[in-house]
């Protein structure tokens, strides 16, 4: 059966009519990403507070679910009570905030990496974590690498790149002897 | 009617696809270093990096077919923007997939509700339901200029995830540059984005045709074997309410 070449019928709506669609739907969209954009979402879409905005919260925190995000500081790792707790300072740069963990965490965990860990704040001041998540930055390295820098290697979240260095950041950061 | 550089060329291209992912794969997996803390699971990279790039190229081709298919209202821009969505769904699942994968060994979770990956899971509900609303509706017309409109405006979601580890604090990391990824890795990965490139362009050159062929069943049905006295009103090819 030879195949004809498809006919190009002529739509029920013509052009200029379609047209239309077009502009409305662009409209449309241009108005959702200004919104979005600019439109400061951004204070009401948080997928994790910084220790600064967790001590800024105060009591609102305490019972409340939420993420806390940031570095964990050089040193400061040490395994807590029980089999498998961690205890631990999430920093950045500004605030620190004590964290009390429950479970194995991510084998990428160390001193400087960035985390996000969902729990709730309790009235003694420390953050008890439920849930412990680990975050990398954008930094791929090769073993072979000239350029590997340990102080850059070491900065895990990119939010804090442009933050203060935290306390002892010359210090070389070695993998902490997590109790498990 | 088709000709022979449209018979063959999208068939090249798959062909050509497949090869190039089955080298860059092979050097990301055997040839390329581990990265220094990841070690091996840092290699679902060579897939997962190219599969999101596509994905957003797929998509914004699909953005240009929608205003194209509106502005000439040639058919060849709808069968080729049903072609492009698809592709854009099952390449922003697998973009799901992979993170998912790679999130587990590293971040500790399978999935969190961080703005990248919602807006990620929001490319795959909004374009998935265009292509059930185009399911849905008879009228290639309609079909048409319906999906086309919704199409833009579910566009507005792919710079939104670009930009949504810019805007908002997020599980996922910033993205890579050339200086922040090992040399290394720069090759696997550049092989594997064009595989997966020239493999979706074949895929929807092809997906295209298939669309072409459906549509001219729908808009000039056969004509019945015993006509029943009066001939189809040209007028009636193009409503499709009887289908």
């Keep these: 059966m030879s195949v004809p070449a498809i006919p190009a019928p002529a739509p029920a709506l013509n052009p200029g009519k379609t047209k239309w669609f077009a502009f409305a739907a662009v409209a449309v969209a241009a108005a959702a990403f200004l919104l979005i954009a600019l439109g400061g979402i951004g204070e009401n879409l948080v997928y994790y507070w910084g220790p600064k905005e967790l001590r800024a919260a105060g009591d609102k925190a305490i019972g409340a679910t939420i993420r806390l995000g940031g570095q964990v500081a050089i040193g400061s790792v040490r395994p807590g009570d029980g089999v498998s707790n961690l205890e631990f300072d999430v920093t950045d740069g500004t605030g620190t905030v004590h964290v009390v963990s429950r479970g194995v965490p991510p084998q990428l965990f160390r001193d400087r990496i960035g985390v996000v860990v969902e729990g709730t704040m309790t009235r003694n001041g420390t953050f008890q974590s439920r849930r412990l998540m680990v975050s990398h930055d954008n930094r791929y390295r090769a073993p072979g690498d000239k350029d590997v820098d340990v102080k850059t290697l070491m900065r895990s979240t990119q939010g804090l790149d442009e933050a203060p260095v935290p306390r002892a950041a010359a210090t070389p950061a070695v993998k902490p002897q997590v109790g498990d | ?243």
């Design chain 2, 1 to 243: 009617m088709t000709t022979r550089l449209e018979s063959w060329a999208p068939k090249a291209l798959v062909a050509l696809g497949v090869a190039l992912l089955f080298v860059g794969s092979f050097w990301g997996l055997a040839k390329a270093p581990g990265e220094v803390f990841m070690g091996d699971v840092q290699r679902i990279m060579y897939v997962h990096v190219p599969t999101a790039w596509n994905a957003m190229l797929t998509l914004t081709f699909a953005f240009v077919c929608a205003l194209f298919s509106l502005f000439t209202n040639a058919w060849k821009w709808d069968n080729r923007l049903e072609a492009a969505m698809e592709m854009g769904v099952i390449l922003s699942l697998l973009l799901c997939m992979q993170g998912a994968i790679w999130a587990k060994p590293t971040w500790g979770v399978w999935w969190d509700w961080d703005p990248r990956l919602t807006t990620t899971a929001v490319l795959v509900f909004a374009f998935g339901g265009i292509l059930a609303l185009r399911a849905f509706v008879d009228d290639p017309v309609k079909r048409a200029v319906w999906s086309a409109a919704a199409c833009i405006v579910a566009f507005v979601d792919v710079p939104i995830v670009y930009f949504s580890v810019r805007w908002w604090n997020s599980l996922h990391q910033m993205q890579s540059t050339p200086e922040t990824v090992s040399k290394a890795f720069h090759w696997p990965l550049r092989i594997n984005a064009f595989g997966i490139l020239f493999l979706w362009t074949g895929l929807v050159a092809l997906r295209a045709r298939v669309a072409a062929l459906r549509l001219r069943s729908e808009i000039a049905p056969p004509v019945p074997e015993a006509p029943e006295g009066k001939s189809a009103p040209t007028g009636a090819r193009f409503s499709g309410g009887d289908r």
